[in-house]
């Protein structure tokens, strides 16, 4: 039973949230630096103080969350993209104003407010495109909780992960571009090693489900058994193991209730589908395509913000800032 609860997603869509959060919050801490080091007027304005980059930081992430936390709830695929592309241009616009007017503040000197509406303009040349920007790339980590919402499958959370890899992935890859190289550099191996073991668990958990339900199917996993779905009431609660059309089995888990006196109980768990529509190990090969998709669009979108911040924001190439 241990080792079925491993494959088995408590709350799927809670978890699904939670799991495109903090991905989001990761993608802000490692892009943010490198994408602002191409600007020059963020050079000049953050300057060598580590404590001012890390105040951007806090509101870009804190924003993200605002905007992730918001798309996750939307009622429908549409309705998150209306939040990632609309919200992401008004936050992205809002971070740069209290981003200005924080450093501001921490330095002990100057107009707050007026840093703060100066910042809003500056916003609304950088800021908000750049919200769209994450916007779009949150897209991927926030739209499958929305689709999860009614029934959700077991394996919505692995198949998530392998998106979160993905980008992830993508992402750690700009962690040498950071004004600092050497702490961008184990920013990004960190990011990198999370990414991958996104990939290696998920793609673990998707192989041995598979493989328990072959067992299942021959009769050689212990403890467990499949049977015929009925439609009794204590089925209605059960979520499917698989994101197929038809689940017309039941995984039922059969055990001593009380070994002295002999007692057997027996638990439904999920739903699966019978032989003929049983998702195979060949199956993998699309969630794999799709990975790879989504890590080609991350680098693609990585490398025109690139490109963009350093023709219009004129520094050219990373490097301005110095934390040394």
Request: charged content about 15%; some cysteine; glycine content about 14%.
């Amino acid at each position: 039973m241990a080792r079925l609860a491993w494959l088995l997603s408590a709350r799927p869509v809670h978890t699904v949230r939670r799991l495109g959060l903090v991905a989001m919050a990761g993608v802000a801490i490692v892009c943010t630096p490198a994408l602002l080091a191409r600007v020059r007027e963020a050079d000049h304005i953050l300057g060598a103080e580590p404590v001012a980059v890390a105040w951007v930081l806090f509101c870009t992430v804190a924003l993200s969350l605002l905007l992730g936390r918001a798309a996750v709830r939307a009622r429908s695929v549409t309705g998150a993209w209306v939040w990632l592309v609309a919200g992401g241009a008004v936050l992205g616009a809002l971070d740069a104003g209290l981003s200005l007017a924080g450093v501001t503040a921490l330095r002990g000197g100057g107009n707050v407010l007026g840093a703060l509406v100066l910042g809003g303009l500056f916003g609304g040349l950088f800021g908000a495109p750049l919200g769209v920007a994450y916007g779009v790339l949150y897209a991927p980590l926030a739209t499958p909780a929305v689709r999860a919402q009614a029934r959700p499958p077991h394996e919505t959370t692995d198949r998530l992960a392998l998106r979160v890899g993905a980008v992830l992935l993508a992402a750690a890859a700009l962690g040498p571009l950071w004004p600092d190289a050497r702490t961008g550099t184990v920013v990004g191996l960190v990011a990198g090693l999370a990414a991958l073991g996104c990939l290696g668990v998920a793609l673990v958990r998707m192989h041995a489900r598979r493989r328990f339900v072959d067992a299942l199917a021959a009769g050689s996993a212990r403890g467990y058994r499949l049977e015929p779905r009925t439609g009794a009431v204590d089925e209605r609660e059960l979520l499917p193991l698989f994101d197929v059309e038809v689940a017309d089995g039941v995984l039922v888990a059969v055990g001593a209730a009380h070994p002295y006196r002999g007692a057997r109980h027996v638990q439904k768990l999920a739903l699966v589908p019978l032989d003929g529509g049983r998702p195979r190990l060949w199956d993998l090969g699309p969630a794999l395509g799709s990975t790879l998709g989504w890590l080609f669009f991350a680098t693609l979108l990585f490398g025109a913000l690139l490109a963009a911040l350093g023709w219009v924001g004129g520094t050219g190439a990373p490097g301005g800032w110095s934390w040394d």
